[in-house]
């Protein structure tokens, strides 16, 4: 195979048994993926345990939080042993905190984060985090755009709460610009989104955007159920199901899948 060849395919493993066998050794690098799922607590897990496999193996995760603060981010990984500790303390992982100074800004009589100084709360941030400036936009194009090297992954920890607080053509054109220095980095970008918070007409737009489409199917009365990939940028054009659990190790996708 030439070295064009190669590097047409080239993929990111994830970690996850039994998922990158079933996507051809795993997600295509410089992807960006949207994760769509009617509940929020296993979209989550599943983006912080690809995260922190990914980190382990040395990408640079850039953990974007909206709607928890980092220390409950650490908290819920840590259940599952997923440590980040001494990521953070090597600028292995970074987590971008917008959650604390939106919070504080309400606590204080503000509408969010835009009414705080730049560098607000930094006094209670680790080594590993940083603290959302004045302006959403122009703080993500510093602190992630402008700062990601080959290889790097990105998590978006709500996308649907971008789109609640900010109007739709702001998110795209914030989603076209990431989409196209994750291409050029060969990284990873990880948006979850929950399908009934928003219209048919939106989820089908990012849908359009996102270079993979993962739709999760949960059955309510049992933590299971079933991943979709509708999309999946440099392969063949043939929707996947694969049968997925969550146990005491995190998300676990089955060793067996059917197309559909």
């Known amino acids: 195979m030439s070295t064009r060849a190669r590097e047409t395919i080239r993929r990111i493993r994830t970690g996850m048994g ?7 050794g795993g997600i295509p690098a410089g992807s960006t993926v949207l994760l769509i799922s009617n509940q929020e607590g296993p979209v989550r897990l599943f983006c912080q345990q690809i995260a922190y496999l990914l980190g382990n193996e040395g990408h640079r995760i850039h953990y974007f939080t909206i709607v928890r603060d980092p220390p409950y981010i650490r908290e819920e990984m840590m ?17 971008i905190d917008s959650y604390t100074p939106r919070v504080q800004a309400l606590l204080q009589g503000g509408s969010g984060p835009q009414n705080q100084p730049m560098g607000f709360s930094q006094g209670m941030m680790s080594p590993g985090s940083r603290s959302l400036g004045s302006d959403l936009f122009v703080t993500l194009r510093r602190d992630i755009l402008s700062q990601l090297d ?43 989104i929950l399908s009934d918070i928003h219209d048919p007409k939106t989820v089908a737009t990012l849908s359009h955007l996102s270079d993979v489409v993962v ?11 079933k991943l979709r ?32």
């Open 79 to 95: 259940v599952y042993g997923w440590d980040t500790a001494e990521m953070e303390q090597g600028r292995q992982w970074i987590f």
């Open 18 to 24: 039994g998922l990158d066998e079933k996507l051809g």
């Open 215 to 225: 739709e999760f199917e949960l059955e309510s009365e049992h933590l299971e159920g």
């Open 150 to 192: 080959e290889g790097d992954t990105v998590v978006i920890d709500s996308l649907s709460d971008l789109l609640v607080n900010h109007d739709d053509a702001s998110v795209r054109e914030l989603l076209e610009i990431l989409s196209s220095q994750i291409h050029r980095r060969n990284g990873l970008v990880f948006m979850p």
């Open 229 to 260: 990939f509708w999309k999946m940028r440099r392969s063949i054009l043939r929707p996947l199901l694969l049968p997925f659990s969550i146990t005491d190790r995190g998300v676990m996708a089955e060793t067996f899948g059917r197309v559909i």
